[in-house]
């Protein structure tokens, strides 16, 4: 799959300007409009070695999180001490699991595709934070990631709440460049209806001008959204 060669590229080579030093300040500002509740679990996926992990254990919330690159998640382990316990999946040879505890609270981060990840697998979701994901996959035909990508979170959560960071670019004509080449991809809020409204209640909740919005460097805004569960969805299936 060319995504997942051109994200292990990027690890290996050291291409991870998307990677934050610190918690994400849109996600310590708003992730309290969810209303998850203590000891929750929280979905992450696409999760590389994110700070963001560790500011929910010390939230009080468990963490689960997936990423393609297991180097993102042995960096993510070692770079904080903290020793995790390695477990292959039963039945599905290129999943494996890192589990260790902080703050007293539990983290599971998988390495492998995403779409090898059952419901059994991650447990009962409370929400989901999406800061990088969405954006990172192309929706191009005939894999259609993205599309297959949100399917695949309302299946393994049950349809849970969700916190939605993105952005946008001042200039048209370069979101409509750039989206085409390489991600970050531009979401509009066109595409998230396709994506998501069946399922959600959709809000944008930040519209933020910044000098940087993405790894290409470019002007915009920092986009924040809330999906929230329409009554009948969350919490349908777990199995």
């Given at each position: 799959?060319?995504?997942?060669?051109?994200?292990?590229?990027?690890?290996?080579?050291?291409?991870?300007?998307?990677?934050?030093?610190?918690?994400?300040?849109?996600?310590?500002?708003?992730?309290?409009?969810?209303?998850?509740?203590?000891?929750?679990?929280?979905?992450?996926?696409?999760?590389?070695?994110?700070?963001?992990?560790?500011?929910?254990?010390?939230?009080?919330?468990?963490?689960?999180?997936?990423?393609?690159?297991?180097?993102?998640?042995?960096?993510?382990?070692?770079?904080?001490?903290?020793?995790?316990?390695?477990?292959?999946?039963?039945?599905?040879?290129?999943?494996?699991?890192?589990?260790?505890?902080?703050?007293?609270?539990?983290?599971?981060?998988?390495?492998?595709?995403?779409?090898?990840?059952?419901?059994?697998?991650?447990?009962?979701?409370?929400?989901?934070?999406?800061?990088?994901?969405?954006?990172?996959?192309?929706?191009?035909?005939?894999?259609?990631?993205?599309?297959?990508?949100?399917?695949?979170?309302?299946?393994?959560?049950?349809?849970?709440?969700?916190?939605?960071?993105?952005?946008?670019?001042?200039?048209?004509?370069?979101?409509?460049?750039?989206?085409?080449?390489?991600?970050?991809?531009?979401?509009?809020?066109?595409?998230?209806?396709?994506?998501?409204?069946?399922?959600?209640?959709?809000?944008?909740?930040?519209?933020?001008?910044?000098d940087v919005v993405s790894t290409a460097g470019n002007s915009g805004y920092r986009l924040?959204?809330?999906?929230?569960?329409?009554?009948?969805?969350?919490?349908?299936?777990?199995?």
């Amino acid at each position: 799959m060319m995504q997942a060669e051109f994200w292990q590229h990027a690890w290996k080579n050291g291409n991870t300007g998307f990677t934050q030093s610190k918690p994400n300040y849109m996600l310590v500002n708003y992730f309290e409009v969810l209303n998850t509740p203590k000891q929750g679990r929280v979905f992450v996926p696409l999760c590389g070695k994110s700070p963001d992990i560790i500011w929910f254990a010390e939230q009080g919330y468990e963490v689960v999180g997936i990423d393609l690159v297991e180097r993102a998640v042995v960096d993510f382990f070692a770079e904080r001490g903290i020793e995790a316990t390695i477990t292959p999946h039963p039945t599905t040879p290129n999943l494996t699991c890192y589990q260790a505890e902080h703050n007293g609270c539990d983290i599971q981060l998988w390495v492998g595709d995403i779409f090898d990840l059952t419901p059994a697998d991650i447990g009962k979701v409370d929400s989901i934070y999406d800061r990088g994901a969405l954006v990172a996959l192309p929706d191009f035909e005939p894999d259609c990631l993205r599309t297959r990508y949100t399917q695949q979170l309302i299946h393994l959560s049950g349809g849970a709440n969700q916190l939605l960071l993105t952005f946008a670019y001042d200039d048209e004509y370069l979101e409509d460049e750039l989206q085409r080449v390489r991600p970050p991809f531009i979401i509009t809020e066109a595409m998230l209806d396709d994506y998501y409204a069946k399922h959600y209640d959709i809000n944008m909740i930040v519209r933020q001008k910044n000098d940087v919005v993405s790894t290409a460097g470019n002007s915009g805004y920092r986009l924040a959204y809330t999906l929230i569960a329409k009554s009948s969805q969350h919490h349908a299936s777990y199995s």
